[in-house]
């Protein structure tokens, strides 16, 4: 996991804040009688977006970790409800490397492993790009060299 | 005859959708998969006009009586059967044109269908990716000799997208497609038993009130009686009228007498459901290495699983069903073809309510195992486990008395009686469910399956192909770290996609999941312990 991976967590965390306090500060900018309580809330969920920006990532970021080795795929995540997810190359089915606009701008990446069950995808978020698009290629390879139909 | 159409791009002739009339056995075209195109038969306009007439009638006839009040009947009369004379005319010629335009082919490599008449839809299966053709008709369907087939591949995603239905053919057709795009596993060796594994057993039908449709039945018995009241504006009235017919009795009885009738006509509603789903009911096993269940008495239905797909079983009892010592077979495969909603749980539906020991049974020879895997003895989990249900359920009925009590202390006595009450009945309730689910936990191997069994209320016992398990996931929440308990899960191609073992112990369920699976988390059992103990220092 890069460093950066914090600051884009944060930085994620901080958007989707803003949105609900911007619409709020506005309407209550507009609306008298409800001015007050509009301005309130919009304060309390600013102060929790802040809180949970200035904590969480760095927890994150502590919790997280991957690892790939020949035979197979391992993601731990989870700070609260900790989950550690197993995949073998013989069952992987399809590698995606995803870059949302907030990760290209802290040159991150996140690569998806999903296994033929439904309920299996690993996500492996929060890599450099270069890494991310390196082991995403490393993962195609690694699957193509291992025979079977991944059912 | 069909001969005389074998060109590349021809539509077959009138003559030979005659020759399906008979009974289609003569027809070489199915046995030796042809390059010709066929057609959907034509009777299905027969089926459209009979139902749009239905549905003209059942429309036109409140109509009818509606209008008949302001205006003179003939003119009434002769609107609305213009009306639905356009309506089924209409109806049919559209159809007529789908007829046209709807053409299929069963070639040695693939199947291919085309439809529309705008947008013309081209789609093809490889015959070799076909796992399921599944036959079903209504009664009107079956009066006509029709059914619809739906031929489905393993995907289980874009749902429709991965299905061709023929809507309809004749039903000697449907079995002769059936028979031929399944049969080509034919060369499986060591095949068990063949032939039927399971046939209805009218006894069965006992178990039916039993279980959770007969409420649910009641229920909605009595919500439309309440709704259709409401329409006419007479729900004032039905009730009046049902206060009038309890008038000597205090309302507590009343309240009793009418739960015991919506249970009643619940338990009626459930039998006649029985009957429709399960009547004629046959399981058994093809020599193409399929696994096939027919059943309904008016709606027939023909559902294929082969059994290459077929990933393990689950036995399901769900509470009322398991009190009376009966479970439900279901089969866990993959691209099993998911009906559009409500359907779905029937198509994997294997065997109904049955015995257990019947279940039980019926799962090993669907297996092939000699030994039931759903009823080998299962290890326990760890005390934590209970602990954890008894706090739970002690919680679910702490918080609404809390609530209650609060409410009561606020505003009115009466309701801190009502609390008290609740807590009298509720709390041994859930005790016993508690302990009820901590009894049902239990996970172990049997042979070359993972069994899992957990849940009270609907207690389902997995068993899983150890091969087919392709990942595992461990997970932990803060309350189950304090415990030393984690919950394991097997993810799978098949079925559900995921089978929880719910609040093992750390070890015990790592460990398990290495052996089940050896060469799957083996390797990472280090790994799991290390990164752990990194953390707690840090």
Known sequence: ?151 | MSEAAPGEDRYVGDGDIGDGDIGGAGRPSVAVPGEEWRRLDRRMLLATAAVLCGVAGGAGLPATVGLAGSRPLWQVLSWVLAGALLLVLGGTAADYVRWRRTRYRIGPERVELHTGLLLVKRRSLARERIRSVDLTANPLQRLLGLVKVRIGTGESTGGSESTLELDLVTRAEGELLRHDLLARAATDAGVPDEGALATVDPRWIRYAPVSFVAPALGGAAAGAVMQVSEWFGAQAEVIDWIGERFRDVSLVWMLVDLALIATVVGAVGALGLWVEMWWNYRLEREPGGTLRVRRGLLTARSVSIEERRLRGIEVVEPLGVRLAGAARVDAVATGLAKDDGDKHADLKTLLPAVPRELADRVAAQVLGEPEPPTGAPLAAHPRAARTRRLRWALWSVAAPVALLAGLGLLLTPVLLYVAAGCAVVLTPLAVLLALDAYRSLGHGVSGAYLVTRSGTVRRTTVALQRSGVIGWTVKQSYFQRRAGVLTLTATTAAGDGAYDILDAGESQGLTFAAEAVPDLLAPFVEPVRTPEARSTEG
Do not use: N
């Open chain 1, 1 to 151: 996991m890069d460093e950066r991976a914090v600051a884009w967590w944060r930085s994620q965390l901080l958007v989707t804040t803003a949105v609900p306090v911007v619409v709020l500060a506005v309407l209550g900018a507009l609306i008298g009688p409800a001015r007050f309580w509009l301005l309130l809330a919009a304060g309390a969920i600013a102060a929790l977006g802040l809180g949970c920006a200035a904590f969480f990532p760095a927890w994150w970021f502590r919790v997280h970790r991957w690892e790939v080795t020949d035979e197979a795929v391992y993601v731990r995540t989870g700070a609260l409800w900790q989950e550690w997810r197993i995949a073998p190359m013989s069952r992987i089915q399809t590698v995606d490397t995803v870059r949302g606009p907030l990760e290209q701008l802290f040159r991150l990446g996140t690569v998806t492993v999903t296994t033929a069950s439904s309920k299996g995808a690993l996500r492996i978020a929060g890599l450099d790009h270069e890494l991310a698009a390196e082991l995403g290629e490393r993962l195609t390879a690694l699957t193509q060299a291992t025979p079977g139909d991944a059912t």
